[in-house]
């Protein structure tokens, strides 16, 4: 008998089932992923790196942790909450501008080194002492995504505290959202002023800022009802980003944890749709199984299914 026989007379008889079987388990084995056109984000996470960052007046399992280590643990548990197919990217922020560190990569591909490249961001890699948030950092965080193309996103982690301080008259001299890129300024830190730490250029503390040591508000720029000025101190300024949110067409909430990330990564407003490769090897073992089951089944079991009687009836 031929081989192509053989091959028939497995199919033909009464136990297709199992060769059947057989070829859908290689199948599973052997697919490839297939591209499948999806609703997907790609996400530039920023990081706002500037000493104010260092203030310890947020806590991870009650004990008090700085505002960049918060951020960094929350995004790193949110990584793990991101489907297949997103894409997230790292920058740092400080001075005036916000610096590319990593463009948004498939996170299911790149979970490893995302998270390694994650825990390096912290103030070591800070290049000033001095931070325009609004103007500076936003507008070339804005400018990044741009630049990176295919509907990238911003994602902006800061406390809000700009060094020198942003004067009432002060106004924003650009657009800083010509392009109409998507996005949210997420807050992290505590409602009361407290110093801030100082450290050197090797990232070792030096005690506190002073008021001395730091630009203050003018007192003719000051409402008669704030007082005298502390620059010296700092505390999330939730207010100021909401406001710069809506100056920008972003939005703005204040960091919790890692849904407050998540969610955000998530949001509809920063889907595009393109194909993703998806892993699809579970529809032929779902089918083999199905054929085993119904090979294997008694055939009392078979023959009531097939009347539609209960089995124990």
């Known amino acids: 008998m031929s081989f192509a026989a053989r091959v028939r007379g497995l199919f033909a008889g009464p136990h297709w089932k199992i060769p059947a079987a057989c070829l859908l388990l290689a199948a599973a084995v052997s697919m490839p992923s297939v591209a499948v056109p999806r609703?997907?984000?790609?996400?530039?996470?920023?990081?706002?790196?500037?000493?104010?960052?260092?203030?310890?007046?947020?806590?991870?399992?009650?004990?008090?942790?700085?505002?960049?280590?918060?951020?960094?643990?929350?995004?790193?548990?949110?990584?793990?909450?991101?489907?297949?197919?997103?894409?997230?990217?790292?920058?740092?922020?400080?001075?005036?501008?916000?610096?590319?560190?990593?463009?948004?990569?498939?996170?299911?591909?790149?979970?490893?080194?995302?998270?390694?490249?994650?825990?390096?961001?912290?103030?070591?890699?800070?290049?000033?002492?001095?931070?325009?948030?609004?103007?500076?950092?936003?507008?070339?965080?804005?400018?990044?995504?741009?630049?990176?193309?295919?509907?990238?996103?911003?994602?902006?982690?800061?406390?809000?505290?700009?060094?020198?301080?942003?004067?009432?008259?002060?106004?924003?001299?650009?657009?800083?959202?010509?392009?109409?890129?998507?996005?949210?300024?997420?807050?992290?830190?505590?409602?009361?002023?407290?110093?801030?730490?100082?450290t050197d250029d090797n990232g070792r503390r030096m005690g506190y800022w002073r008021a001395e040591d730091v630009i203050q508000v003018p007192e003719q720029d000051r409402a008669a009802t704030t007082g005298p000025s502390h620059e010296e101190l700092s505390a999330l300024q939730g207010h100021y980003l909401e406001s710069v949110a809506g100056h920008i067409g972003f939005r703005y909430r204040r960091l919790t944890g890692a849904d407050s990330l998540r969610d955000a990564m998530l949001d509809a407003r920063l889907a595009h749709r393109e194909p993703v490769p998806t892993d699809l090897r579970w529809c032929p073992a779902l089918l083999a199984l199905l054929l085993l089951i119904w090979r294997f089944l008694p055939p009392v079991a078979r023959s009531r299914a097939k009347l539609g009687a209960p089995p124990g009836g």
């Not at 657009?175 to 110093?195: Q, R, S």
Request: aromatic residues 6%; contains cysteine; charged residues 20%.
């Open 39 to 198: 609703d997907t984000s790609s996400v530039i996470v920023t990081f706002d790196i500037t000493q104010s960052m260092s203030v310890e007046d947020v806590a991870m399992d009650g004990v008090p942790t700085s505002r960049i280590a918060f951020a960094r643990a929350a995004m790193r548990d949110a990584l793990g909450q991101l489907p297949c197919g997103s894409k997230v990217g790292w920058g740092a922020f400080t001075g005036q501008r916000t610096m590319l560190l990593l463009p948004p990569v498939e996170v299911c591909g790149n979970y490893d080194a995302l998270l390694s490249s994650l825990e390096r961001i912290d103030g070591h890699m800070r290049w000033t002492n001095w931070s325009r948030i609004a103007e500076g950092g936003v507008y070339s965080a804005v400018r990044a995504a741009q630049d990176v193309g295919h509907g990238a996103a911003v994602l902006f982690v800061t406390d809000g505290q700009e060094a020198p301080p942003l004067l009432h008259a002060d106004t924003l001299a650009r657009d800083i959202n010509p392009g109409g890129v998507k996005g949210w300024l997420i807050g992290v830190g505590g409602d009361e002023a407290v110093p801030i730490p100082r």
